[in-house]
């Protein structure tokens, strides 16, 4: 840990000189990686009781689990998207895909929370959607063309000062030419080889053929790796059209990604993914295949030029898989270890809206994999949505935190059955 401090500070310190000479560095961050105050000292509180969260809590008796589960509100959170959860069980961090990371405190450890706020304010924050946590502590939040690095973000954040650094700097995750306001919701993980793995969507409905070299280049429509200090980096993961969720097997390590595929096509094609890798370099089909095996019509009759990986599941077309965990916990039946737990997001262009639920996806001994809902009615009778759920991710007592940003709320499933 402390080599990878001092390395962040050198940085920081480059930062700093790149900053004199009137480069593109954000307010503040200079100052936080040199452990200087800013000067902030005001909070945004977000108020956990009265109409707003009971309109959440109503909507909740639509849901439906299987026996012997349930779902609460945990957390009124606002545009809440992916989620960390600290590695000492104080502090919960949720990104958004505006300009705000929450924090999230259950104090007194009844699993509802009792103080919502925003972390780091005196940072200017853009589209901080992916917080992940390395196995030591430390946060890493994954924006549209910046990873950020908080190496002891659950003792800070109770400041608006905290200390952070550029894991990589603005403009350096990708080209600056190639950012977007598409497909921008980066995510993270940390891998079982230690090292940081980060999605990086493709603006494109269908890639066009002028940007295919620079994407294979930087390992945009695909997944990268690098080592915790920023180094060494490389792309693991290539073929994927926008990829917002992914994690690894806790037994083979293997990565899981889940894949939104291409729209136009009609109502009940392409399906989306759930991908399953086994070795650096896979290619997962974009931009010849749309979704599962459908060829895309930009690229209809073409030979593909590359070896394909076809999904581990075929998903409902449109239901715009994003956010997965593994299940490791001991507060579900024996039968969810190992699980994928995933967030389907809900349709944004189907006729008749599909998704908007909680998936899980149980996979053999032999790595086969079957999905089905585990959590499923934020689309009502009506075909109106009441809540878009984004994201899944573990509390240390084994239950669920589910994301929503629709609602803008955190739920946990817990279980109370006798299996």
Known sequence: MKTLFNTLAVSA??????????????DNLEKLSNFQSTGTTDFTYIEQTGVFADGIK???????????????????VPDARHIAVGSQGIVTFVGTR?????????RNKDRIADEVKDFAPSLTFSIPNGPCFSKDGFLYIAEQNRVLLFPAAEYFYESPDVAAFNLVAKGDLIPASEESYNHT?????????????????QPFNVA???????????????????????????????????????????????????????DGMGDDIPPGEINH?????????????GGGDTRTNEYAGEEVPVDVVHPAVNTVAHAAD??????????????YKNAIFSAQHGSWNRTTPVGARVMVTMIDDEGNASTEPFAEGWIDENGEYLGRPVDVAMLRDGSLLVSDDLAGALYRISYEGSE
């Open 277 to 289: 890798q086994t070795e650096a370099g896979q290619h997962f089909g974009h931009p010849w295949f």
């Open 98 to 106: 505006k300009d705000k990371v929450w924090s999230v405190t259950d």
């Open 208 to 262: 066009p053929k002028e940007k295919l070299d620079i994407n294979t280049k930087w390992g945009i429509g695909g997944i990268i790796r690098m080592n915790l200090d920023g180094s060494e980096r490389e792309v693991y993961t290539y073929g994927v059209r926008n990829s917002v969720g992914h994690d690894f097997h806790p037994e083979t390590g293997d990565l899981w990604f889940t894949d939104n595929q291409v």
């Open 58 to 76: 109503k909507s909740l008796e639509q849901v439906t689990l299987p026996d012997g589960f349930k779902i609460e509100l945990y957390a009124v």
């Open 322 to 335: 994003l956010g997965m965990s593994f299940y490791t916990g001991k507060m579900f039946p024996a039968k």
């Open 185 to 201: 919701a980066r995510v993270c993980k940390i891998g079982p080889d230690n090292k940081i793995y980060i999605s990086l969507g």
């Open 13 to 26: 310190l480059l930062a700093g000189a790149a900053y004199a000479q009137g480069a593109d560095v954000p």
